[in-house]
């Protein structure tokens, strides 16, 4: 019997067959957890990781959690221009583009990223 997330983790192999990253246009994947959320730039061609961050680090305990999204957005974004990375592939790993993906999404383009 299957499950939500084998269905997500289904939806993500067949979005990553044709999402990739760069050097000059790196993938931004998401993963959320039922209490936190992690954002990561990374580099396929090179298998490197240039960018990564979670909630954890921003310290958002009394926060609710599309409050903590959008400020992770943010906060990402900034990394990501200090790096000088400003165009990104968003890959969302099968999740619906509603909720804490979407405040992620719109805060991190916000703050500077296109994709």
Not at 51 to 69: P, Q, R
Not at 74 to 101: C, M, N, P, Q, T
Request: glycine share 6%; no cysteine.
């Amino acid at each position: 019997m299957k499950n939500k997330n084998d269905h997500r983790l289904k939806r993500k192999v067949s979005i990553r067959k044709n999402v990739s990253g760069t050097a000059l246009k790196p993938r931004l994947s998401i993963f959320r957890s039922n209490a936190h959320m992690f954002a990561q730039l990374i580099d396929d061609e090179a298998s490197k990781t240039l960018v990564g961050l979670s909630d954890i680090k921003l310290n958002t305990k009394e926060a609710k959690k599309l409050e903590t999204a959008s400020l992770l957005g943010k906060e990402f974004a900034k990394l990501a221009v200090d790096k000088k990375i400003s165009e990104v592939v968003f890959d969302r790993s099968g999740y619906k583009f509603h909720g804490r993906i979407k405040a992620f999404a719109d805060s991190a383009r916000e703050g500077g990223l296109k994709f």
